[in-house]
C-alpha cells in the first residue's frame, strides 16, 4: 500500500471516531500474529481507500482514542499502544511550526510512530506534504525546506553532502528534525558545519510519551516540553505526562498505564539543567568490572567524517567479561575514529575491537536494530 494509501485510511478511521494501526511489512509471521493477538482489531483493509468528503462530521472528542502505535521492537517484539486524539495533537502543539512554510519531507514508512507523527504534523501546521516510503538522501536535495529524520539518517544525509558538494549547493533544507534517537554533540557540530544555515530541531520521545524534551537552535540542550513532569529513579527516567500514551493492549484487552511510567531510558542532567540521555538500561556492556553505555558511545562516533551509522555492543573476553566492540557502517578512518572515541569518551568507555560493514540490520523506523 503507498504512503498516501495508508494515510487516507487513517485519516478516514480518525473521522469516524475509529483508532487505527499500520501493519509494518517488514514483521516476521510471529510478530505480525502476536501484533493483531493483542490489537483484536474489527477491521482490516487493504487496497486504496474511496475518497472521503471534507463534510463529514467527526466522531468523538480529543480523550476518543485513534492510535495504536507499536514499539519499535529495537529490542524486543512490538507491543500494542493506545493513544488518544488530545495525546498527539498536544504534541504537534509542543514541537510547533516551522519558521519556513515550505514542503516538509517524511521519508519513511507511516508503520513507524515517527513518520506518522512527521506526516500529522505537516497537516496540522498547514505546510505541503511529501511521502517517500523509504529513505534515499539524494531525494532531500530538492525543493522541501523541512524533514523528518532519526540520526542515522541524518548521518547518511551528511555523508552525502560531504562527498557531493554540488547537492549543498541546491539543498533547501532549513529545518530537520531528529527523534527516534540522542543525536550527541559530535553529529551536531557536524550538521552545523555541512548545513549552517539549516536548523536542527533535536526531540527525544518515545511512543508511550511522545514528546519529553526538545533542543531547539541556540538551546544548550534538551529541555523538558512544559506541563510534562519528570523523575530520576536510579539513574533511570521517570515521566508523567498529558502527552504519553493511555496503556498497552493485551489480547484485545486495555491495561491503564500507570500514572509514572519509564522505557528504562539512562539520563542525567547537566549543570544548566538540560537533560542528557545516556541510553536504554538494557543497552549496556559491562567490561573489566564497568557499565558502558552503548548510546553514549555511538553518539561519539557518529558524528564522525564517513560514518553512516555504529553499532556499540560487547563482545567476549577471557577477563574482562566483554570488549566494548563498535560495528561501523560507512567508510571512515580508522584513525578519525579512534582520535573521536579520545576525545569524548574516558578510556573505560572507548572500543577496544572495531569492525566494519556496509551494512547495519535496522528496524522499520531506521534505527539500528540491538541483537537480542
Given amino acids: 500500500m503507498e504512503p498516501e494509501d495508508v494515510l487516507s485510511w487513517f485519516l478516514g478511521a480518525d473521522l469516524l471516531g475509529a483508532a487505527t494501526l499500520v501493519i509494518e511489512p517488514s514483521w516476521s509471521p510471529r510478530e505480525r500474529e502476536a501484533v493483531l493477538d493483542d490489537a483484536r482489531p474489527d477491521v482490516v483493509v487493504t487496497g486504496r481507500p474511496r475518497s472521503i468528503a471534507d463534510s463529514v462530521p467527526r466522531a468523538g472528542d480529543e480523550n476518543t482514542p485513534f492510535y495504536l502505535p507499536t514499539t519499535s521492537g529495537s529490542s524486543g517484539g512490538p507491543k500494542v499502544l493506545l493513544r488518544t486524539r488530545a495525546s498527539w495533537t498536544r504534541s504537534f502543539a509542543a514541537l510547533g511550526r516551522f519558521a519556513d512554510d515550505g514542503p516538509v519531507l517524511v521519508p519513511g514508512p507511516l ?43 541524518l548521518a547518511r544525509l551528511l555523508a552525502v553532502l560531504e562527498r557531493r558538494p554540488e547537492l549543498r549547493d541546491v539543498c533547501a533544507l532549513r529545518t530537520v528534525v531528529c527523534g527516534g534517537a540522542h543525536v550527541g554533540t559530535a553529529l551536531r557540530d557536524r550538521f552545523s558545519r555541512v548545513l549552517p544555515d539549516a536548523e536542527l530541531i533535536e526531540y527525544y520521545g518515545s511512543a508511550e510519551h511522545s514528546l519529553i524534551a526538545i533542543r531547539r537552535r541556540g538551546d544548550a540542550g534538551l529541555r523538558v516540553v512544559p506541563g510534562v513532569e519528570t523523575e530520576l529513579r536510579d539513574g533511570v527516567l521517570w515521566v508523567r505526562s498529558p502527552l504519553s500514551f493511555t496503556g498497552y493492549l493485551r489480547s ?22 538540560a537533560l542528557e540521555v545516556i541510553g536504554r538500561a538494557g543497552a549496556v556492556v559491562s567490561s ?33 567479561g566483554a570488549l566494548v566492540t563498535a560495528i561501523v557502517e560507512g567508510s571512515p578512518r580508522l584513525s578519525d575514529l579512534r582520535a573521536a572515541a579520545r576525545a569524548g569518551l574516558e578510556p573505560g568507555k572507548r572500543p577496544r575491537r572495531w569492525l566494519m560493514t556496509d551494512s547495519l540490520p535496522r528496524t522499520a523506523s531506521g534505527k539500528v536494530r540491538r541483537p537480542g
Fill in 252 to 273: 484485545g484487552r486495555l491495561d491503564p498505564a500507570p500514572e509514572w511510567s519509564t522505557v528504562d531510558d539512562l539520563v542525567r542532567w547537566d549543570d544548566s539543567g
Fill in 288 to 320: 573489566g568490572g564497568k557499565l558502558v553505555a552503548a548510546e553514549e558511545v555511538e553518539s561519539v562516533l557518529r558524528g564522525v567524517r564517513g560514518v553512516v551509522d555504529v553499532l556499540v555492543t560487547g563482545t567476549p573476553h577471557p577477563t574482562l
Fill in 111 to 153: 508503520s513507524s510512530s515517527l513518520f506518522l507523527f512527521g506526516a500529522l504534523h505537516a497537516l496540522w501546521a498547514g505546510h505541503e506534504l511529501r511521502l517517500a516510503p523509504r529513505w534515499r538522501p539524494e531525494t532531500a536535495c530538492g525543493d522541501a525546506t523541512a524533514v523528518h529524520l532519526v540520526p542515522a539518517m
